[in-house]
Every structure is written in C-alpha cells, then in structure tokens.
C-alpha cells in the first residue's frame, strides 16, 4: 500500500507556503510563493503549477489549508477580510476539492498554530490553553477539551479587540499597546522620529547598543503585554498560555513577563491564579503542522499524542 501524503497550504498576505508531508507531520517537501493580491484567478494559476507536479511526484490524498480570515469549518467560507478579498465569500473549500479532485479541510491560521503546539509543541500535555500571537497585531485561539473553540462569531481568540487603555475618548486596544506596533509607535515618539524608520528588532537593538531612552519604553511594553496575559488568564483560566511571532524567540521574554506579573500579584493578594507562559516550539512550520492536524482529526484518522 503506498504511503498517504498531504498537500498543506498556509495562505498568508504576503505569501502562500506549501508542503508535502507524510501524517506523522514529516516535510518531504517545501516551497512558497508570492500571494496574487486581486484576482481569484491568479491565485489558482499560481496553485496549480504547486499542485500538479507534486501529484505526479508524491501520492497526494488530500489538501489540508491553513488561511488568514474568520473560517467556518463546517460549510468552507472564509468570512471577515484580509489581504486577499478573494479568497472572503464563495465557499472556498469547495471550490479547491472541485478543482483538483481531492478531500480538503480548512482552518484559521491563528488557530492553527495553536493545533500545531498542541500535538507537537509546547501544549502537548494539556487540555486547555490558550495562543497568543504578537506581531503587528495581537491575534491568538482558544483550546479547550483539546479542541479549538471558535465562538459563535468564528472570532475565539481574537484577544488584540480588548480594550486595554484609552486615549482621551479614545479606546486603545491590547493590539495598540502591546503589538509590535506598538512598541514602535511608542520608541518613535520617545526617540522623535518617523515611526518607519523602526521596526521591533531595530528598537531591541538600539536599546542593547545603549539608547537609554527606550529602556522605559520596552518596560512599559512588557508591562502592557503581561497584563493583557494576565486578563485573559482570569477570563479563559487556561492550564496553560503560550506566546507566538518573531518577538517569543527573544530569550528575556519570559523573564520580563514574569517580573511583571509577580508585581501585579504583590498588588493584588487576592489573585491567586499564576499564568503559566511559554514560548510556541512548531516555529515557521506551525500552521502547516496545525492545518494537516486538523484534516486528520476532521478526517478521524488515528493520532498518538
């Protein structure tokens, strides 16, 4: 019998990753290219010089996808909005299984990193945890039971909406203040210069090459970042939460949200709840990992955990 490969797309705004992996998540196979930005049409020219040599290469049962939107699982639509308005309104997954003839399921990306930790990474001992993703925004899913909860919106997860401060009138989300973005905004004005000149990296590394003026600046950051974490220990009350985007591989992330939450525990004797953190262990490949997760378990193939 020959051996069963999956085709596992990750459909982000800037680039459509591919792999060919076997159902123990080995990559035989894998490659990217550039998201067609308009036309549904050039998104499947693209697919197709992707799907049709790696058929006649490798026994592909199946196209497992992880994509950027408010997916619902059950009926194949991708709702919300993103980068690519095409991929929002027609029942996408029917349209990849009519056009290559093969099973397809689709997931959240967000959500998908968060499977990807829960059968290879950092959540692989727990029930209930929680993902939350730092990048230009803060995005994030909920697992319960071992399982994603979507919400009755699809939009489970979505902890950057929480109102976390204000700005005279002005409601400042968790994503405003604890983003990436964030930090940025804050280090240009603290430095009085054009926020594009900046990006997180270049304000980690001017600080470490000693600008003392973004010392405060980053400790605010982290400060923010610890009690959004904090928050949404009190409201999911997960095992565990574990912190994805480029800024988890920084090795003092860990020690700073600490610090931060031990002060916010001294101020607060009745909370007796710690939030137990870490960093995601999939790395690059983790909504890959996570979509062809949720194809088996879909799919109720066996899975050993």
């Given at each position: 019998?020959?051996?069963?490969?999956?085709l596992?797309?990750?459909?982000?705004?800037?680039?459509?990753?591919?792999?060919?992996?076997?159902?123990?998540?080995?990559?035989?196979?894998?490659?990217?290219?550039?998201?067609?930005?308009?036309?549904?049409?050039?998104?499947?020219?693209?697919?197709?010089?992707?799907?049709?040599?790696?058929?006649?290469?490798f026994?592909?049962?199946?196209?497992a996808?992880?994509t950027?939107?408010?997916?619902?699982?059950?009926?194949?639509?991708?709702?919300?909005?993103?980068?690519?308005?095409?991929?929002?309104?027609?029942?996408?997954?029917?349209?990849?299984?009519?056009?290559?003839?093969?099973?397809?399921e689709?997931?959240?990306?967000?959500?998908?990193?968060?499977?990807?930790?829960?059968?290879?990474?950092?959540?692989?001992?727990?029930?209930?945890?929680?993902?939350?993703?730092?990048?230009?925004?803060?995005?994030?899913?909920?697992?319960?039971?071992?399982?994603?909860?979507?919400?009755?919106?699809?939009?489970?997860?979505?902890?950057?909406?929480?109102?976390?401060?204000?700005?005279?009138?002005?409601?400042?989300?968790?994503?405003?203040?604890a983003?990436?973005?964030?930090?940025?905004?804050?280090?240009?004005?603290?430095?009085?210069?054009?926020?594009?000149?900046?990006?997180?990296?270049?304000?980690?590394?001017?600080?470490?090459?000693?600008?003392?003026?973004?010392?405060?600046?980053?400790?605010?950051?982290?400060?923010?970042?610890?009690?959004?974490?904090?928050?949404?220990?009190?409201?999911?009350?997960?095992?565990?939460?574990i912190?994805?985007?480029?800024?988890?591989?920084?090795p003092e992330?860990?020690?700073?949200?600490?610090?931060?939450?031990?002060?916010?525990?001294?101020?607060?004797?009745?909370?007796k709840?710690?939030?137990?953190?870490?960093?995601c262990?999939a790395?690059?490949?983790?909504?890959?990992?996570?979509?062809?997760?949720?194809?088996?378990?879909?799919?109720?193939?066996h899975?050993?955990?």
């Open positions: 019998m020959r051996t069963q490969h999956y596992v797309l990750d459909i982000g705004g800037t680039a459509v990753k591919y792999a060919v992996m076997d159902d123990s998540a080995a990559i035989l196979l894998k490659g990217a290219f550039p998201s067609p930005k308009s036309q549904l049409d050039d998104f499947w020219a693209a697919l197709d010089q992707v799907v049709e040599p790696t058929r006649q290469k026994n592909i049962t199946a196209i996808i992880s950027c939107g408010a997916v619902d699982c059950e009926t194949g639509v991708i709702h919300g909005a993103s980068a690519l308005p095409y991929i929002h309104g027609p029942n996408f997954k029917q349209l990849i299984q009519a056009r290559y003839q093969l099973p397809s689709l997931e959240n990306d967000a959500c998908c990193a968060a499977l990807a930790e829960l059968w290879k990474g950092a959540a692989q001992q727990t029930q209930d945890c929680c993902l939350a993703v730092i990048g230009s925004g803060i995005g994030g899913a909920i697992v319960q039971n071992r399982s994603i909860h979507h919400g009755h919106q699809r939009h489970g997860g979505e902890f950057g909406y929480m109102i976390a401060g204000h700005d005279h009138d002005l409601p400042l989300t968790f994503s405003d203040l983003s990436t973005r964030g930090l940025v905004e804050a280090a240009a004005k603290a430095l009085n210069e054009p926020v594009e000149t900046l990006n997180g990296k270049v304000v980690f590394e001017r600080n470490e090459q000693g600008e003392s003026r973004l010392t405060t600046v980053i400790d605010n950051w982290y400060r923010m970042l610890a009690i959004g974490l904090f928050n949404i220990q009190y409201c999911i009350d997960p095992e565990k939460i912190l994805g985007g480029a800024i988890s591989a920084r992330l860990l020690i700073k949200l600490n610090q931060h939450i031990d002060e916010l525990m001294r101020k607060m004797p009745f909370a709840i710690r939030p137990q953190l870490a960093v262990q790395g690059n490949d983790a909504n890959l990992i996570g979509a062809l997760y949720h194809y088996l378990n879909r799919q109720s193939q899975l050993s955990f």
